[in-house]
């Protein structure tokens, strides 16, 4: 269906939008370009940053290399004189080691002692009380393997300068072991030097951010592990978005970004690898740049206003325009639009204007002569019209009685269906303790169960048809008559060989064969024969399983030990005829005793569509349900069965036939 338009608003269209889509390009352009400009000169300025950083930090790498040169002979003949000042570590824990440290020439304030047990991994004597009791096991399994080869080796390792973690000042740090190995000495040495030289690098990184207003911020991370920045020894919270960009940059050595919002500011981080050779210090590190945005967004939105300011005039400009244009135009197609409105709306009496002397004086002239045929064709419609409504309003009779005749049917039908199922009291005093679930989806039902008891045994059966409604209810009367039949001629047969009869009478029946054309109608059923005498019950099923719970242990050859609900799954096929065709069923043989429950049952219940993703009830749900219920009274269960089934239908329309029985033995 066309969509209505005018002559105006066609004109807006075809001139308007192609203005429109180029003043949105033009825009979205400007502040693409404007945006690529900011962002290219922040990045040559970041870049920039970072190679003075990386001079900075090759500067400070030389440095300290030279003066870890220098000390490297001296904390060798400090950590050796205090090894052999050890030879003997019976009273190493209790030594006074500030008259060892003045001893062997080392500066108290600048110079430490650490004596690590290599069993516990604890600081038991240092001139550092800080780190006294200290457990350096806890820094890692590499660094406890790290020590323990030390002592096992009697290795003899100084380290190059590193940040301690309680000051932040770079500290050199040698281990030895005892010639015994059961202790390790770590000496740690400060210099005034080396913290001179981060004095300085301190103050070229304050220096870097004072020469950009916009950098906030300008440091090194180093420690892939647990970032801290070299100058400050601040460690980034284990949650701030900015630990994971430097761990991310640490790990995929690539450069990374952070946008965020900072004290009402927007600030971007950059996040670049850097990889050192030259340096003990550090292998690997990353710089962080922060920028202050705030400025550069400002500017954006200005552009972005900009735009929409000229986009706004230009757009008022050209619909002006157009209106004025069009004004005359369209003013005497509006009024033969109005007359014809008229017309249209039931007053055929009325015709259009005739007034003029141009193409629409033309078309109101014609207009008026088809409107006077429409009105002697819509005469003769009504007629018709009117006789056609007799016509239909009888045969809407005929059919209200047929329908009522075919329903009375039915419903006659169900009433021979009620009468040849077990009624409660029938059913209450074969089987003492038992409830019948039955809910049709129809008037008349598929689904039927069946009770008799012949030579002080009960049989029990739940069936489900083919089919429900009037054809389920015809297979369900065949069946009802059939197992009649069959256990009325022989009431001593198993389970099985019943299910097996009952086949073969539905196959000649049916006069069901091979062949894709034949019926191919049947019936899954499970069927229990319960002998109290001998408390035996045999069970067979056709697609339809039985469901246990047993009050006690059982040893049954059919039962697995188990508290649980036990399920005895049927043989995969159907009471009809079947490519497999007729091989016999299974009779299975359980010993049961007093408190054991019993459920037969079709799929109409596990198959009901309902709940809130209107999906099946499902087996496993079914299942649970039974296990909750199990062990409540009779009545109980099946009130609770049937309020469950109704509450997961909703308003969603019955599936199937529903039958479920229980029997308490």
Known sequence: MTKKTTIFRQLILNVIIPVIIALLLLGILNYKNTRTILEDANNRKNLIISDEIQSIMAFQDATLNIIEENLNKSVAEISGKIIEIFNDTKNIEQADLMEVQLKVGMIPGMEDIYIINTISGIVVNTTFDKDRNLNVFNFGESYKNYLLDIAQNRKFISEGFTPE?????????????????????????????????????????????????????????????????????????????R??????????????????????????????????????????????IASDRSAQIRL?????????????????????????????????????????????????????????????????????????????????????????????????QQIEEQTKRITDSIH???????????????????????????????????????????????????????????????MSMLGFAFLNQIVGKSSDLEAADILFKLRESVVDSLRQTDDIKSSKDGMDISLCIIDYQSMKLQWAGANNPLYLFKSTFSNSEDLSPCNDLIEIKADKMPIGITRKGFIPFTTHHIDIEVGDMIYVFSDGFADQFGGPENWKFMYSNFKKLLSDIHELPIVEQKTILDKTIEDWKLNTEQTDDILVIGVKI
């Open 165 to 241: 973690t309680s000051t932040n000042r770079l500290k050199k740090y040698t281990y030895g072991a005892t010639k015994d190995g059961k202790y390790i000495i770590e000496t740690g040495h400060y210099s005034k030097k080396v913290d001179d030289v981060k004095s300085m690098v301190k103050q070229r990184f304050y220096k870097i951010m004072q020469k950009d207003s916009s950098i906030a911020f300008a440091g090194l991370y180093i420690d892939s592990d647990n970032p801290v920045e070299l100058n400050s020894g601040q460690i980034i919270k284990k949650n701030d978005a």
């Open 300 to 396: 954006l939105r200005l552009e972005m206003i900009k735009s929409l300011l000229i986009f706004g005039l230009t757009l008022f400009v050209v619909i002006l325009l157009i209106y004025n244009k069009t004004k005359t135009i369209i003013m005497p197609v509006k009024k033969l639009v109005n007359n014809v409105l008229r017309i249209s709306a039931g007053n055929l009496e009325e015709r259009a204007e005739v007034e003029g002397n141009n193409e629409i004086t033309t078309l109101s002239e014609k207009f008026n002569e088809m409107l006077a045929k429409i009105e002697e064709y819509y005469a003769m419609l009504e007629e018709k019209v009117r006789q056609r409504t007799a016509e239909i309003m009888k045969q809407k």
């Open 412 to 474: 006659y039908a169900k009433r021979i269906q009620d009468a040849i199922l077990p009624p409660e009291p029938v059913v209450n005093k074969m089987l003492k303790n038992a409830f019948v679930l039955y809910k049709p989806k129809e008037i008349v039902s598929g689904d039927f169960y069946w009770m008799t008891e012949h030579n002080n045994r009960i049989f029990v059966a739940a069936v489900d048809c083919t089919g429900h409604g009037v054809p389920g209810a015809f």
């Open 243 to 288: 630990k994971k960009a430097v761990l991310a940059a640490f790990a995929d050595k690539k450069r990374k970004s952070l946008d965020t919002i900072e004290n009402n500011k927007h600030v971007h981080y950059d996040f670049i690898y850097m990889e050192r050779k030259n340096t003990t210090l550090y292998k690997s590190s990353v710089i962080v």
